[in-house]
Nanobody, 120 residues
Framework: QVQLVESGGGLVQPGGSLRLSCAAS????????IGWFRQAPGKEREGVSC????????YYADSVKGRFTISRDNAKNTVYLQMNSLKPEDTAVYYC?????????????WGQGTQVTVSS
């Protein structure tokens, strides 16, 4: 059974950091590009970052560039999203998926999401 499980969310003050994990089971994650997405209340789901399966190239949305870092540990079958200098507007449910674009959503496997709240 293909499954992605996110963890690492929580409540953090502005300027703080969190590291999200996306652990895969039932398949070898390094064969897939993995994307991180987020959805805030009342807003559409948006792509945050993506890492390729081939050469490890990465993509970041402009809103997180320079603050977030995506990485993968194939030995642990896990992809990470290190989030630094967090802002209140980063508050959302964060999802990982085996796709990199929201338009591809129907063609990928998704985790259940992890809540990130940035507030003082």
């Amino acid at each position: 059974q293909v499954q992605l499980v996110e963890s690492g969310g929580g409540l953090v003050q502005p300027g703080g950091s969190l590291r999200l994990s996306c652990a895969a089971s039932g398949f070898t994650l390094d064969y897939y590009a993995i994307g991180w997405f987020r959805q805030a209340p009342g807003k559409e789901r948006e792509g945050v970052s993506c890492i390729s399966s081939s050469d490890g190239s990465t993509y970041y949305a402009d809103s997180v560039k320079g603050r977030f870092t995506i990485s993968r540990d194939n030995a642990k079958n896990t992809v990470y999203l290190q989030m630094n200098s967090l802002k209140p507007e980063d508050t959302a449910v964060y999802y990982c998926a085996t796709v990199c674009l929201v338009l591809q959503a129907d063609f990928g496997s998704w985790g259940q999401g992890t809540q990130v709240t940035v507030s003082s």
